[in-house]
């Protein structure tokens, strides 16, 4: 299932995943924005309709958890995924599983596996 036409916004400080998580979804149709933390990334939620959310797990300053937490509040119906490093990171992933997040990734994930998580994040 493509979703084009949908918006996503991905926030990770590592410019590789940005442009390479950018660029999958960019080609099936989607409008991407990204962000390198936080505080950049309120202000895009603020303005822009955002359909689902790709956010990093670890985030300079203010952590991808915190993070999470804070835009659940505002925004409960809006999908977010964590991105997780190279490493499973069990206790975070947990704790994002049970503040709210659709689900996870790893950093070195399959093009296929991210389409599908998050196709199964927007069909909830």
């Known amino acids: 299932m493509e979703n084009k036409n949908s918006v996503m916004l991905i926030v990770d400080d590592e410019v590789g995943i940005l442009r390479t998580f950018k660029e999958v979804f960019e080609l099936r149709g989607w409008r991407v924005f990204t ?3 936080g505080q950049p990334a309120s202000v895009i939620l603020e303005k822009e309709k955002i359909d689902i959310m790709l956010l990093d797990i670890r985030l300079p300053g203010k952590s991808g958890i915190e993070l999470l937490k804070e835009i659940k509040i505002k ?9 997780t490093g190279l490493g499973y990171e069990d206790q975070l992933v947990n ?3 049970c503040s709210g997040a659709a689900g996870y990734v790893s950093k070195n994930v399959s093009i296929r596996e991210l389409i599908e998580v998050v196709n199964n994040a927007m069909a909830k």
């Open 95 to 97: 704790e994002a599983l």
């Open 75 to 83: 925004y409960p119906d809006l999908p977010i995924i964590m991105i």
């Open 35 to 37: 962000a390198p933390f």
